[in-house]
Structure formats: structure tokens, C-alpha cells
């Protein structure tokens, strides 16, 4: 079982680019977590999915922040128009049934 | 929501000592509670959980303590080693609701001096 996998492991994005960060869950898996972690802070959920269903995005900006988790290929987290302030690390997670998480090694966002 | 809060945010130990991490927690529904370990520029990795339905639980050199009646919980690392440095995140989350979301609490960073 290869795990939780994310990438790319390192983006740099200029300000006012796109970012696509790409999470596939473990095998078996259906239930997906974004989390965003700012240098030297804890984890913030950002948004829950299911395949084809957004279940939770509470913790997602409003604005130009959007996830999807299509019935084929991996969950996909959009930042449009990137500023600095969206440099972190992204972390996705999967579980079986909703607790029990497994992390990915993270996306680490970088704008300049 | 819920609202976890860690303690302390940094704790240094000697090789050998022992290290006590606490949470508390705020949303009483709460009935699940993780704790991870982050290295340096790694991924968050699961160490030990605990249910509601327990007051503790032990593996090896780590074990967690769970109060209800305080919405409090606990990490003990026994026999430090340096590789137990780390940052360690506790976590709260209520699976029976849709969301079942974790939420983390800020962080300890763990130095183990040898």
C-alpha cells in the first residue's frame, strides 16, 4: 500500500498564479482531508470531501480556495490568484471511515 | 466548534526522563482523540489515540491519559531518546458528526538532550 500520496512535493508560484495540489488516498479509502499548516503553527482544517461530494469546506477561504474529489483520480485542492500569505504546507489525509487518519508528505507552497 | 488548546508549546527533557504533553478540550461531544508526531519537514504520523470509552491507554514508552469529567487528555513519553524529538500534536474530533473533522491543538516541540 503506497500510502497517502501527494504531490507535487514543492511548488513555487508566483502572486496572482494557480496552484493545483493533487492528493490520491490510500487504497480502500474514501474519505479525504485537506489541512493547511503555516510555518511553525498546527494543522487547520480546511475541507472534508467524499467522492463526487464536498461534506465539510468550513475551513476554506471563500474566496479562490476550492476542492473536488471526482469519482475517477485524485482529490484536487485549487488556489486561484495565489497571494503570499498562501505559502504553507498542505497536507491531505484519508481515512476508512473518519477517524484514524493517514497523512501525505504535504505540498509545500511557496509564492514569490 | 471545538476548540483544543496545547501545553506547552516547547519542553526541553535529559535522555532518559520522562515528558508529559496536555490538551484540553472544549466541544463535551468530543469522543475521539489522536496524537501525532511531525519531524522536521515530514508528514504528521499517528503515535497513539484514545476513545471516550477508556481513561487510558498504553504502548510501549507512550501512553495517553483521558479525563471527560475535565476535557482534559494527556501524552507521556517514558525513557526519552533523541529521537523523540519532534513536534507532537493533540487532536479532538467527534466522529459521530458529519464533518468529523480533527482539530489540533498548536504544537510542543519535544528536544531530547542527550
Known amino acids: 500500500n503506497a500510502g497517502v500520496m501527494q504531490n507535487p512535493r514543492h511548488l513555487v508560484r508566483r502572486r496572482g498564479q494557480e496552484a493545483r495540489l493533487r492528493c490520491s488516498p490510500m487504497?480502500?479509502?474514501?474519505?479525504v482531508y485537506w489541512y493547511r499548516q503555516l510555518p511553525e503553527e498546527g494543522l487547520k482544517f480546511m475541507v472534508y470531501?467524499?467522492?463526487?461530494?464536498?461534506?465539510?469546506e468550513s475551513g476554506m477561504p471563500k474566496e479562490r480556495f476550492s476542492a473536488e474529489f471526482p469519482k475517477e483520480g485524485p482529490s484536487i485542492l485549487r488556489i486561484q490568484q495565489v497571494v503570499r500569505g498562501d505559502s504553507a504546507a498542505y497536507f491531505c489525509?484519508?481515512?476508512?471511515?473518519?477517524?484514524?487518519?493517514?497523512f501525505g508528505s504535504g505540498t509545500r507552497l511557496t509564492v514569490v | 466548534g471545538e476548540n483544543v488548546e496545547q501545553h506547552p508549546s516547547t519542553l526541553s527533557v535529559q535522555e532518559g526522563d520522562s515528558a508529559v504533553i496536555k490538551c484540553t478540550y472544549s466541544?463535551?461531544?468530543?469522543?475521539?482523540f489522536p496524537w501525532y508526531k511531525q519531524e522536521l519537514g515530514k508528514r504528521p504520523q499517528l503515535i497513539i489515540d484514545?476513545?471516550?470509552?477508556?481513561g487510558e491507554k498504553k504502548d510501549q514508552r507512550i501512553a495517553v491519559t483521558l479525563n471527560k469529567t475535565a476535557k482534559h487528555f494527556s501524552l507521556h513519553i517514558t525513557e526519552t531518546q533523541p529521537e523523540d524529538s519532534a513536534v507532537y500534536f493533540c487532536?479532538?474530533?467527534?466522529?459521530?458528526?458529519?464533518?468529523?473533522?480533527?482539530?489540533f491543538g498548536s504544537g510542543t516541540q519535544l528536544t531530547v538532550l542527550p
Open positions: 489525509a484519508s481515512s476508512p471511515a473518519g477517524d484514524g487518519y493517514t
Open positions: 487504497k480502500g479509502h474514501s474519505h
Open positions: 470531501l467524499q467522492k463526487e461530494n464536498i461534506i465539510d
Open positions: 466541544d463535551s461531544a468530543s469522543n475521539y
Open positions: 484514545i476513545r471516550s470509552n477508556v
Open positions: 487532536a479532538a474530533s467527534n466522529p459521530v458528526s458529519s464533518a468529523r473533522q480533527l482539530t
